[in-house]
Nanobody, 116 residues
Framework: QVQLVESGGGLVQPGGSLRLSCAAS????????MAWYRQAPGKQREVVAT???????HYRDSVKGRFTISRDNAKNTVYLQMNSLKPEDTAVYYC??????????WGQGTQVTVSS
């Protein structure tokens, strides 16, 4: 049974940092492309960052220079380090993965709230 479980969300002040984790089980993690998406209230889900099986990364423009996606294949875990957080980063963050291209499996999401 495939499971993706996110953790690390919470409430943080503007300018603060959070690190999200997504632990995968039941999958051949090392060959998966992984990604983080987010969905704010009333908005469509959008891709935040992706990382391929050979560690090639891609970011949406609004998070470049602030967010870093990484993976640890030994721990079957993908991370999203988020720095210099802004109120507009507030959303539910989802982890997803798939062989070659992400999207086959999704986690349940973790809430990130950036507010003073």
């Amino acid at each position: 049974q495939v499971q993706l479980v996110e953790s690390g969300g919470g409430l943080v002040q503007p300018g603060g940092s959070l690190r999200l984790s997504c632990a995968a089980s039941g999958v051949a993690f090392s060959i998966y492309e992984m990604a983080w998406y987010r969905q704010a209230p009333g908005k469509q889900r959008e891709v935040v960052a992706t990382i391929t099986s050979n560690d090639s990364t891609h970011y949406r423009d609004s998070v470049k220079g602030r967010f870093t996606i990484s993976r640890d294949n030994a721990k079957n875990t993908v991370y999203l380090q988020m720095n210099s957080l802004k109120p507009e980063d507030t959303a539910v963050y989802y982890c997803t993965g798939g062989v070659g291209v992400h999207g086959d499996y999704w986690g349940q999401g973790t809430q990130v709230t950036v507010s003073s």
